[in-house]
């Protein structure tokens, strides 16, 4: 459990959010990061939704039926999460 989960708990948005930090400057499907996360589908997709609507997550159509999603390195929140995310990791070493 690293420091984040300690003070936030463990939560299927942290989850997904920190998959997708760690895959900053890369697009994925939702089905990737179910599968990278242990977590189902539909739980992603509930979870990503709120990321999505604040901007930190950019989500991007595929088609009808097919997104992709990423960090959105272009918004200022985004930023404030990972300054915090990353000052917080400090305290785990």
């Known amino acids: ?3 984040l989960e ?3 708990g463990k939560t299927a948005q942290m989850t997904v959010l920190k998959n ?3 895959h900053k400057g890369e697009s994925t499907y939702l089905s990737g990061i ?3 996360t242990g977590l189902s589908h539909s739980s992603v997709a509930r979870v990503i939704a709120p990321l ?3 901007g930190i997550v950019k989500e991007k159509p595929l088609g009808k ?3 992709t999603f990423s960090i959105n ?3 200022e929140l985004t930023q404030l999460v990972l300054e ?3 000052r917080i990791q400090e305290f785990a070493d």
């Open 1 to 3: 459990m690293d420091v």
């Open 6 to 8: 300690k003070i936030f």
């Open 20 to 22: 997708l930090i760690s």
């Open 34 to 36: 179910a599968e990278e």
């Open 52 to 54: 999505v609507e604040t």
């Open 65 to 67: 039926q097919i997104r």
């Open 73 to 75: 390195m272009d918004s």
């Open 84 to 86: 915090f995310y990353e």
